[in-house]
């Protein structure tokens, strides 16, 4: 790729309209970045990473959170170097330059971001439920998650700077309730629960750090705020690095706390409120209601966070010219043709689409995508001046886990495989037959 390309998506990125607007602060940025992570993962997925790795989950956290922090340093580089709200969209097209794979590639990001909000909103509906009904109706977790979704919209309409405070204040109360789980919970751990001699085999351990990567993947939200920082040179590696440490930290804590109160029979057995299960030994029936209302407020923020990016997504791919123009104009108050389309859409997956099968090859996607922007860093490493050891590391750690993960979903689901490549296809697909019929191509500022 030739230098003058770079230097000018990076000069365009950096100024205009959209950057150095100074809306989002440090807290505001690592809150993102959490919410993005700490989401509907942590409650939804626990049951089913716990069936991988057993009493030994914590290992998969761990080696999940090494693989993410790999990344987060290569996204730090990238996104001090190219700071925009395109985030993992510049650094593709940097990379790689124009054409129909970077074209691709952003089409599958943002479909995998619209999977992602479905399935928190689809959780948000299912938490919230549980407040109004014992034998809730499919139908009222249907409307609870629209509503959800149809609430954030309104919320990032207003800006960044009202989406980064009411993403502070979730992400405080939420963090509060897990903190406190933790700490009393570790108290009362069974030391036999966490017993070596009861772990799985190393493959098993693996399969759940696959697993699991969905709940780690949302720290690249962060950098699709860096146009709205006030420095996001100095600001946006920090907030990266807060927010997986403190994350990792966090995940470690809530999963011996949940390994160290139940026993795998258990874990199994609540798969689907594992984490709320965990509380009553020593919290009670209003344990299990706490964590419940830190469930809701979990996928809330990870819904918030998310649209906030993905809708920046479609933004920069609409402005670049992979998707009509009109989608990166402002149709209401701060809401542009991209976010109310992502918001469309999302409400249409969860209308029309069982999440399940797809939800498991959620973490598959992000981690092709994650090693498809380490690979085009790896292009670009002169203009970046990142380490190229450890770039390579984060490539190949992303492909290692993915291929771990599609074993494991070819034996346990299948039909998510097929799923998970007709979505890749149909991207590179309308990529291609856009771009065709349209003669638009990437256009860098």
């Not at 952003?106 to 992602?116: D, E, H, P, V």
């Not at 949302?218 to 600001?235: E, H, Q, S, V, Y």
Request: charged share 10%.
């Amino acid at each position: 790729m030739q230098h003058s390309t770079v230097k000018s998506v990076a000069s365009g990125s950096s100024s205009g309209t959209r950057s150095g607007t100074g809306q989002i602060g440090m807290a505001a940025a690592v809150s993102i970045g959490i919410g993005g992570m700490v989401g509907a993962g942590i409650f939804s997925i626990l049951g089913v990473v716990a069936e991988a790795a057993g009493n030994a989950m914590w290992a998969a956290f761990a080696i999940g959170g090494v693989v993410a922090l790999l990344s987060t340093y290569s996204y730090a580089k990238l996104g001090t170097r190219y700071p925009s709200a395109g985030g993992a969209v510049s650094f593709l097209v940097v990379g790689y330059g124009d054409g129909v794979f970077v074209g691709g590639l952003n089409m599958f990001m943002w479909a995998g971001y619209i999977i992602s909000l479905a399935l928190y909103a689809m959780a948000f509906g299912n938490y919230a439920a549980t407040f109004i009904s014992t034998t809730p109706d499919p139908v009222l977790i249907k409307g609870l998650a629209i509503a959800s979704v149809l609430l954030v919209t309104l919320l990032n309409a207003f800006g960044a700077k009202v989406m980064g405070r009411g993403e502070t204040i979730i992400v405080g109360i939420k963090l509060a309730i897990l903190i406190l789980f933790s700490v009393i919970g570790l108290y009362f751990v069974k030391g036999e629960n966490l017993s070596p001699s009861q772990w799985p085999g190393p493959e098993s351990v693996l399969f759940g750090a696959g697993l699991l990567f969905i709940g780690y993947e949302g720290f690249g939200l962060i950098t699709n705020t860096a146009a709205d920082m006030r420095d996001p040179k100095k600001m946006l590696p920090r907030a990266l690095y807060t927010a997986v440490i403190l994350v990792i930290i966090l995940y470690l804590a809530v999963s011996l706390t949940v390994s160290g109160n139940l026993t795998n029979a258990e874990i199994e057995r609540t798969r689907d409120y594992a984490l709320a299960e965990a509380a009553k030994p020593f919290l009670g029936e209003t344990g299990f209601r706490l964590i419940a209302i830190a469930a809701l407020l979990s996928t809330a923020s990870a819904i918030n966070a998310t649209l906030f990016g993905s809708a920046n997504i479609c933004y920069m791919i609409a402005r670049d010219g992979e998707l009509p123009k009109r989608l990166s104009q402002i149709e209401w108050r701060q809401a542009t043709g991209g976010l109310l389309l992502t918001a469309a859409l999302v409400i249409v997956v969860m209308l029309m689409f069982d999440l399940a099968g797809i939800a498991m090859m959620g973490s598959a996607a992000f981690l092709l995508l994650y090693a498809a922007v380490n690979g085009g860093h790896l292009r670009i490493l002169k203009q970046t001046g990142a380490n190229p050891f450890f770039v390579w590391l984060a490539m190949l750690t992303c492909l290692a886990m993915f291929c771990i993960l599609a074993v494991y979903t070819y034996q346990k689901e299948p039909a998510a495989i097929i799923a998970l490549v007709g979505i890749a296809l149909a991207a590179f697909a309308f990529e291609a037959i856009y771009r065709h019929f349209t003669g638009r191509r990437i256009n860098l500022p």
